[in-house]
């Protein structure tokens, strides 16, 4: 219980339910202070007292209440937190833009995470009961310390899936580091998140970081469409730089000629950098940034009349991306370490059930929080009759191996994730069409 002793103030109390203190009563405050009124004036009474200043109550009623409460409190503190099947209940959080820019991003893996925590509550055989709790950073690096915060100050949150995004996750992790609270994220795939210098001692990745999407890019663009010249944007997010620093790197190394440029996201028009791709006579570009972003620079692209091969990475792979730029998004290639999984068959049924709660289709890493929620799950079960804590929690998770519905979730030292698989896309005819593995295409001639 989260200790509310703040409402009370020396000399005028508010009048919050006494339930809010004491469970199973529902008096309010007047009343405790009319009880300690009544047993303090006849206990100074029984000293000699026959006076009492008002001065006097007004300053020993409410430290006498605070005292109460925090007595109450503290109790409270000491025991499990029960759900009402009387097991013992334990919070998995969640910390994703869910709101403002490219929030579908976000709401794809919370869904994802949601239905894992459902399905392992419905089964009835877990010995705990699994409580869930959203916290929206608006992906924003701003928003994410205080959307951090929510979850640290819950104690019975025990393991956090994400931050959703790379500059969020930069953001928030010193702290989630200090409170050892395990922070596992299904999409932030910035390189530089699990560099050791970092100190990010909770953060834990469960999708291949950028160094394989950035890869995977430059290789389907020099092997397979044999482009001499790509022009790279990124959006000066963490996300964008560290893409687009890996697909640069990858395509230099493989003789390919690189123009770059950065644009800020939410630039008013990409009308100027639309025109610099068409006159550069790149056969191709590359951005990296978000759908939100993504979609009015493709319509600029198609008005400036640029022909050549489109790309962009997980951050615009979402139907919303489609949506917004209308038929200007046909033909973009889109990557993502994560495989469809409305199209896969190992997460067919996950898919379905998927489809079936949320009345939409799985999307971009729905499918990865689902599997890693289910993982946390899975480890929260191993502590047996032990109380789990979030050093213990987090211990177990680094050194887990948890085979899923996309992958099997394992990690190296460093929190990175042990893999590095990435997948590739392309928009025909207003959907996403999914390709497959980049290695195995670009391998097979196909």
Partial sequence: MWLRAHHISVGGLPQPSCSDYIPGTACSTRFVEALLASSLGFFLQGLGFAVLKRRVINFALPVAAAALVLSACSKDDDKDDKGSNGKPSYTIGFQAG?????????????????????????????????????????????????????????????????????????????????????????????????????????????????????????????????????FV????????????????????????????????????????VSTKIKNSGADAMIYAGYYQDGAPFAKKLKEAGFTGAKFSGDGTNDAQFVQLAGDASDGWFLTCPCADANVEAATKQFADDYKKRFSAASSTYSAEAFDITNMVIEQLGTFGSEKPTREGMLAKLKGASYKGLTKTFKFLPSGEFDGATTFIYQVKGGKIDYMGDIDKLVAAGG
């Fill in 98 to 230: 869910l709101s403002g820019e490219s929030a579908q991003l976000g709401i794809n893996e919370e869904n994802g995470a949601k239905l894992a925590v459902e399905q392992a509550n419905a089964k009835g055989n877990l010995p705990f009961t699994v409580k869930f709790k959203s916290s929206d950073d608006e992906a924003s690096e701003t928003k994410a310390v205080s959307a951090a915060q929510k979850l640290i100050d819950d104690k019975n949150v025990v393991a956090v899936i994400g931050p959703a995004f790379s500059g969020p996750t930069k953001a928030a992790s010193p702290n989630y580091a200090k409170a050892k609270l395990a922070t596992v994220s299904a999409s932030a795939t910035s390189p530089g998140l699990t560099k050791p210098e970092n100190g990010f001692t909770s953060f834990l990745r469960g999708v291949p970081a950028d160094t394989a999407q950035g890869t995977g890019m430059a290789k389907w663009i020099s092997q397979k469409l044999k482009a001499k010249k790509v």
């Fill in 233 to 272: 944007v990124d959006d000066k997010t963490e996300y964008g730089v560290g893409l687009s620093k890996v697909a640069k790197d990858e395509l230099k190394k493989a003789g390919v000629e690189v123009v770059e440029e950065s644009v800020p996201k939410a630039t008013p028009d990409y009308g100027p």
